[in-house]
């Protein structure tokens, strides 16, 4: 049985008409299965974001929260790396002017602040459904390996454990996974429970549609889910 957290995001997406959620509720979920997402606070004004900036602590990232945005960095909607309160101010106000510029009509929800993840080895995990066999489950490297290579690995949810192991291992691209040329190698553990607690999500949660976590940033102890979108 599912927690009842988990239904409260779905209701109000519902209560809103929404067929999507957004980031700070995809991440909420991803949370809820007890997945590793960055630290998160939704700021209304200028104010609010340079509290929770400081509550997080620098640097931090700046992203939009609008339905009309659904890919933040297209609008100019994410800021990466603000070191400081001036630096948040300044970038709060430039999102809203960049959203403003592309989408003139876009209703501003306001702006996440968190947490900036550290550089690592950028995987993702994805879901559609299929009419006939229920949710898919796919893993893959972040960037042009799924983009250009389309160098995945699918199975039908649920998942056992080995299926996880073996989807990690099965990307042509696994042995950057296992480190090369000097850069050391990845927690494919964290990846392997990601994977089973994302199949276990799916399974529990026939809302969920389409389910993009791009990217998973892994390093070589643990990951940061650092963007998460769920169509429903
Ligand atoms: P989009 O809606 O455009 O997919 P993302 O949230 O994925 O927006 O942000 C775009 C990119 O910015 C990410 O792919 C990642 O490289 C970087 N990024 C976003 N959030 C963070 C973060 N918290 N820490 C580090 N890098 C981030
Ligand atoms: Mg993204």
Redesign the pocket.
Same mark, same amino acid.
């Given at each position: 049985m599912r927690d009842k957290a988990v239904s409260r995001i779905f209701d109000e997406a519902s209560r809103d008409g929404r067929k999507f959620l957004f980031?700070h509720e995809a991440k909420a979920l991803c949370g809820l299965y007890a997945m590793p997402v960055?630290m998160i606070n939704l700021a209304k004004t200028e104010d609010d974001a340079v509290k929770a900036a400081e509550k997080i602590g620098f640097p931090i @990232?700046l992203?939009i929260v609008s339905p009309q945005v659904l890919?933040?960095?297209?609008a100019g909607g994410?800021l @990466?790396n603000i070191k400081d309160k001036q630096g948040t101010r300044e970038g709060f106000k430039r999102i809203m002017k960049n959203v403003m510029a592309y989408a003139p009509k876009a209703e501003i929800i306001g702006v996440i602040v968190?947490?900036?993840?550290p550089n690592g080895t950028e995987v993702i995990v994805g879901s559609t459904r299929d009419s006939t066999f229920g949710p898919t489950i796919m893993f893959g490297l972040g960037g042009i390996f799924v983009e250009i290579l389309k160098d995945v690995s699918f199975r039908l949810v649920p998942i056992t454990r080995t299926d996880a192991e073996e989807m990690v291992r099965e990307i042509k691209a696994y042995r950057i996974l296992e480190g090369v040329r000097g850069k050391p190698p990845v927690d494919q553990e964290t990846i392997i429970d990601v994977l089973m607690k994302t199949s276990k999500m799916l399974e529990e949660c026939p809302e969920i549609r389409e389910l993009d976590i791009?990217?998973i940033i892994v390093y070589e102890k643990g990951a940061k889910i650092?963007?998460a979108r769920v169509i429903l």
């Open positions: 980031e960055t @990232v992203k890919h933040k960095s297209d994410v @990466v968190q947490e900036m993840a791009n990217p650092v963007d």
